[in-house]
């Protein structure tokens, strides 16, 4: 037998934000779900009808419906959810750009590009980057629209038949052609 639910009449402002809710395009899917449930239950739905209508189990219903009793129209909005903090904040992301887009000549380095690799050992050499991942690296690059390039190789010969004799492949490119950069902006 289901449960009956007492639900208060509604004021002024709370249906006011309720509308708001419902009404906006960029209220997200979830919470205009909750106050799509709410907004039924005061019109004088019961709890498994204003599930149904919303397509909630009338569990989570009923949960929802008692986080809008103790908190309001607040508590139809999701909690923040737990997880580890960031490690690395907005300087570290700014030092990774900076370092990332450098000349490399000018960082006193012998190499023409990075890889992530280089780029990572040099980074662990900066204090407070000493434990950043390759991962960490190419997430925060791409996210400012670095482009990751896989590496060009290619074989010579002296052989003057050497064209010939290697069926199905692209000729040798040219000296100018060689220099190839893994990290594009």
């Known amino acids: 037998m289901a449960r009956i639910l007492t639900f208060p009449e509604l004021s002024g ?5 309720l509308q708001r809710i419902l009404r906006s395009r960029t209220t997200p899917a979830g919470l205009q779900r909750r106050a799509q449930l709410i907004w039924e239950l005061a019109a004088g739905a019961s709890l498994m009808e204003a599930a149904e209508w919303v397509d909630l189990h009338y569990t989570n219903a009923h949960l929802w419906v008692k ?10 909005s999701d909690r923040p959810k737990s997880g580890r903090p960031r490690q690395y904040d907005e300087d570290s992301t700014t ?3 900076k370092v990332a887009s450098a000349r490399l000549k000018d960082l006193g380095l012998k190499f023409t590009t990075w890889t992530l690799q280089k780029l990572q050992q040099h980074l662990h050499q900066k204090p407070g980057l000493k434990n950043v991942t390759r991962s960490t690296i190419r997430r925060r690059l791409q996210a400012e629209g670095f482009k990751f390039k896989a590496g060009q190789t290619w074989c010579e010969s002296n052989d003057p038949d050497f064209e010939i004799k290697k069926p199905n492949r692209k000729p040798v490119p040219n000296a100018a052609d060689r220099w190839h ?3 594009h902006r």
């Open 67 to 76: 986080r809008f009793l103790d908190s309001g129209i607040a508590g139809l």
């Open 13 to 17: 402002e709370q249906l006011v934000e």
């Open 181 to 183: 950069c893994r990290l």
């Open 95 to 97: 030092e990774i750009i």
